[in-house]
């Protein structure tokens, strides 16, 4: 018998992206425009905060965040092993290293009391990158304290975080910069895209003229200002991090649904929840139930078992079940570029090391069906529970 393969992502692309979409195609402005400002504004509306900055992917988000903090050769800016390479390799696109610290067991999120031990110990540290892990937002208070002691920039790695609150508050409300990822299987997607959120305006104006070459005006602005349309000025060597109005017309929709999204993926979270909860795993929970989890990711980890399924098997058992699944993440440290050229250990990292070789990401996301789920939820179970 066929079983149809239910991925551990998908986009959920409707109507209203497409036409948006077909309108901007034949509009004769595909390149940041009017579709992006309107993004950018909507994006700044919805958050609560002054400025909204469109770029095209996350990663130029925080090397142009980083960039404006004034981060370069020399300085150290801190995250954790317990993410994606993007986080990292922006410190070294500047000429800066990155410090690792490890997590706290339960969040994958830093750890307050290693982060509080490398900024005492370690000199030149100029900012900290805390990344929300899975939609689970950070101890924001504890790192803004650290961070006004110490006298560090904060720039939030939030590619998972959107929608999601700390506090009651939204994030990308509390540091110099946070920046969100709208790659395809992100919480709410642009095909590539992503958002710098901050309310201090010279930071924003930096972003915005390096994000286009380093030009103090922007395209659609060269078109509508007093000033002759072919005269710009060339500030400083810049970057080509802008968005195409084709990419934002699908955030514009995409933004329209994020709440809408997100009730469905913490729906299935708390189905999963319920229906694994006798299993030799460990669930995620949302640790601050006032908070609001975006459940971008849903994360189980693998314990001790009768029949003593590795990681690995249980991910091989579900692809013959036709179910994929995926793992967040394989840490920076294990990673020969970071660990050669930092030489980095395990040893160093024990809860990220522990939590990677138990880690599985199981299919979440909003289009799922019931019935999928329920494929989900009964796959994994005869995977523990057959004799066999
Ligand atoms: C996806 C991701 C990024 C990079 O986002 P892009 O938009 O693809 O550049 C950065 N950090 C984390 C934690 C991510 O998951």
């Known amino acids: 018998m066929e079983t149809e393969f239910i991925p551990f992502s998908l986009p959920s692309i409707g109507e209203e992206e497409i036409n948006e979409v077909v309108d901007t195609l034949r509009s004769g402005w595909l390149t940041t425009g009017p579709k992006t400002r309107q993004f950018e504004e909507e994006f700044a509306q919805y958050v609560g905060v002054k400025h909204a900055i469109a770029i095209n992917s996350a990663t130029a988000g925080l090397h142009l965040s980083l960039e404006a903090l004034g981060i370069s050769e020399g300085d150290k800016v801190v995250t954790t092993t317990y993410t994606f390479t993007a986080t990292a390799e922006v410190v070294r696109y500047l000429g800066a290293d990155p410090v690792f610290v490890d997590v706290d067991p339960i969040t994958a999120n830093i750890d307050i009391e290693k982060l509080a031990g490398v900024l005492e110990k370690i000199e030149g540290i100029k900012a900290i990158i805390p990344?929300?892990?899975?939609?689970?937002?950070?101890?924001?208070?504890?790192?803004?304290?650290?961070?006004?002691?110490?006298?560090?920039?904060?720039?939030?790695?939030?590619?998972?975080?959107?929608?999601?609150?700390?506090?009651?508050?939204?994030?990308?409300?509390?540091?110099?910069?946070?920046?969100?990822?709208?790659?395809?299987?992100?919480?709410?997607?642009?095909?590539?895209?992503?958002?710098?959120?901050?309310?201090?305006?010279?930071?924003?104006?930096?972003?915005?003229?390096?994000?286009?070459?380093?030009?103090?005006?922007?395209?659609?602005?060269?078109?509508?200002?007093?000033?002759?349309?072919?005269?710009?000025?060339?500030?400083?060597?810049?970057f080509k991090y802008n968005l195409t109005d084709i990419a934002a017309s699908i955030g514009i929709h995409q933004l329209r649904k994020a709440e809408a999204l997100r009730n469905r993926r913490e729906q299935i979270a708390q189905v999963y929840n319920e229906a694994f909860k006798d299993l030799p795993l460990e669930l995620p929970r949302n640790v601050r139930e006032t908070d609001v989890h975006s459940w971008h990711l849903y994360v189980v980890r693998i314990k001790a078992n009768p029949r003593d399924i590795s990681r690995d098997r249980f991910i091989e058992l579900l692809a013959e079940k036709n179910i994929g699944s995926s793992v967040h993440f394989i840490p920076l440290h294990l990673q020969p570029y970071w660990r050669d050229h930092y030489g980095l250990n395990s040893s160093d990292f024990p809860v990220a090391q522990g939590i990677y070789e138990s880690a599985v990401s199981l299919p979440n996301f909003a289009d799922m069906t019931d019935v999928q789920v329920n494929r989900v939820i009964s796959a994994v179970r005869e995977i523990f529970e057959s004799c066999s």
């Not at 101890?139 to 999601?164: C, M, N, R, W």
């Not at 286009?212 to 002759?228: E, M």
Request: hydrophobic residues 35%; contains cysteine; aromatic residues 12%.
């Open 131 to 238: 990344v929300h892990f899975a939609g689970q937002s950070c101890e924001l208070d504890k790192i803004t304290q650290l961070a006004k002691k110490y006298s560090v920039g904060v720039v939030e790695d939030s590619a998972h975080a959107f929608p999601a609150t700390y506090n009651g508050k939204k994030i990308g409300t509390f540091s110099e910069a946070t920046v969100f990822s709208f790659y395809a299987n992100k919480t709410i997607t642009t095909g590539e895209g992503g958002m710098i959120t901050t309310d201090n305006d010279a930071l924003a104006e930096r972003v915005r003229v390096m994000r286009l070459h380093g030009i103090n005006r922007d395209v659609f602005n060269r078109y509508h200002s007093r000033k002759p349309a072919w005269y710009y000025e060339v500030v400083a060597p810049g």
